[in-house]
């Protein structure tokens, strides 16, 4: 694949520079990356494997480019997306779907949605979901585990923004957007202030908590929460033979 060399911050750095971004700035810089990926995805079927903050880059003009499409796969009919990964874990641990994690034959774009909605949580929050766990421990929380209500974490973000990145990081693909147009579709409205065209209310297990979940008093002084609270909750079913799997399948990318 020949690419454009791009000079500019990637998103990761910016909100290391500035902190967490305004909910406009996130999505006007997100939304050109979900209308690419749908194109990417009708086109081609491709999925990217890798959309992250560090591989998303803004040029001088102020637009936003993939940097990385070293794992990207074709989606085609009757062949297994991970057959040349050699039954390795592929993907950024912080930012990797569950059914990636689990290495599942019928990825589609709806892996890449997660990654996105990942992201749009790491960008309007200043959190990667399950800071501070090391990579063992992530993939096996991008499974089973939670992370905080993006507005237990920055108060000033609207619920509506909240809701679509519930639904983005739903861990069964069938529970969250159906194709791309319609996460475009929403990121406009949001944008417009206008109600979600695709909203759909709750079912099915988000990584994002509710918002009552895991909230303490505020103490004097500012709000305190517990801080396994922001490092996920652990399942404890299944969770050893999950490591298990984990250790014999992960290779670092």
């Known amino acids: 694949v020949v690419m454009e060399h791009v000079d500019g911050a990637t998103l990761a750095e910016m909100v290391a520079g500035t902190g967490p971004l305004t909910p406009t700035v996130a999505l006007r810089l997100l939304l050109p990356v979900a209308e690419a990926l749908q194109l990417a995805w009708t086109q081609s079927h491709l999925v990217l494997r890798s959309l992250k903050p560090q591989n998303l880059r803004v040029n001088a003009l102020g637009q936003i480019k993939i940097s990385d499409f070293s794992l990207a796969v074709q989606i085609r009919e009757g062949e297994d997306p991970t057959r040349f990964d050699g ?6 641990p912080h930012f990797i779907a569950p059914e990636q994690v689990l290495v599942q034959k019928d ?11 990942a992201t749009l949580y790491f960008l309007v929050t200043g959190k990667t979901p399950f800071e501070g766990l090391e990579t063992m421990a992530i993939l096996e929380q991008q499974v089973t585990g939670h992370i905080p209500h993006p507005r237990a974490v920055n108060q000033r973000l609207p619920g509506p923004l909240c809701g679509v990145i519930a639904r983005l990081m739903m861990k069964k693909p069938a529970d969250r957007y159906a194709a791309w147009a ?11 202030n206008r109600s ?16 009552t979940g895991g909230l303490k008093e505020a103490p004097a002084g500012g709000r305190k929460y517990d801080r396994h609270h922001f490092t996920g909750r652990r399942s404890h079913a299944g969770a050893d033979l999950l490591r298990m799997l984990l ?4 290779a670092i990318w």
Do not use: C, I, Q
Request: charged content about 15%.
């Open 87 to 92: 039954g390795h874990v592929v993907g950024t």
């Open 107 to 117: 990825m589609d774009h709806r892996a890449d949605m997660y990654a996105l909605g």
């Open 182 to 192: 319609e996460v475009a579709a929403d990121f406009k409205a949001l944008l417009s």
């Open 196 to 211: 979600l065209p695709h909203h759909r209310p709750g079912g099915g297990d988000s990584t994002v908590l509710p918002l």
């Open 247 to 250: 250790w014999m399948l992960l």
